[in-house]
C-alpha cells in the first residue's frame, strides 16, 4: 500500500489550503483514512478521520475549521482547512488503517504546511 500526499505550501493566517492523499495497492474498502500532524518536538498528533462509510472524527483544535471528506471511487482522502493558524503550522501526513484479521496500518510520506502570521 501506498498514499501519495499532495497540497502542502506556505499559506497567510485565515487563508485555506486543501491537502489530498491517494491511496494505492491492495487494501480493504472498509478502512479509515485520516490525517495527522507533527510539530517540531512533538509526537504526531490526529487531525481528523474518516471511515469508508463518512463517520468523521476532528480533533478539538481544528473542530469547525478543518473538513475530512474522501472519494472511495478514486481512493482519495482530502482535507480542507479553513481559517488557517500559525500553530496549524506541521508535517501532515495521511493514514491508511484497517483490520483484516490483522491491524493494518500505513502512512504516507508527509507534506508540510506552513502558515505565517
Known amino acids: 500500500v501506498q498514499l501519495q500526499a499532495s497540497g502542502g505550501g506556505l499559506v497567510q493566517a485565515g487563508g485555506s489550503r486543501r491537502l489530498s492523499c491517494a491511496a494505492s495497492g491492495r487494501f480493504l474498502s472498509r478502512n479509515t483514512m485520516g490525517w495527522y500532524r507533527r510539530t517540531p518536538g512533538n509526537q504526531r498528533d490526529l487531525v481528523a478521520s474518516?471511515?469508508?462509510?463518512?463517520?468523521?472524527d476532528y480533533a478539538n483544535s481544528v473542530r469547525g475549521r478543518f473538513t475530512i471528506s474522501r472519494d472511495n471511487a478514486k481512493d482519495t482522502v482530502y482535507l480542507q482547512m479553513d481559517s488557517l493558524k500559525p500553530e496549524d503550522t506541521a508535517v501532515y501526513y495521511c493514514?491508511?488503517?484497517?483490520?483484516?484479521?490483522?491491524?493494518?496500518?500505513?502512512w504516507g510520506q508527509g507534506t508540510l504546511v506552513t502558515v505565517s502570521s
Open positions: 474518516i471511515t469508508n462509510w463518512g463517520t468523521t
Open positions: 493514514n491508511l488503517e484497517y483490520y483484516d484479521g490483522n491491524y493494518r496500518n500505513y
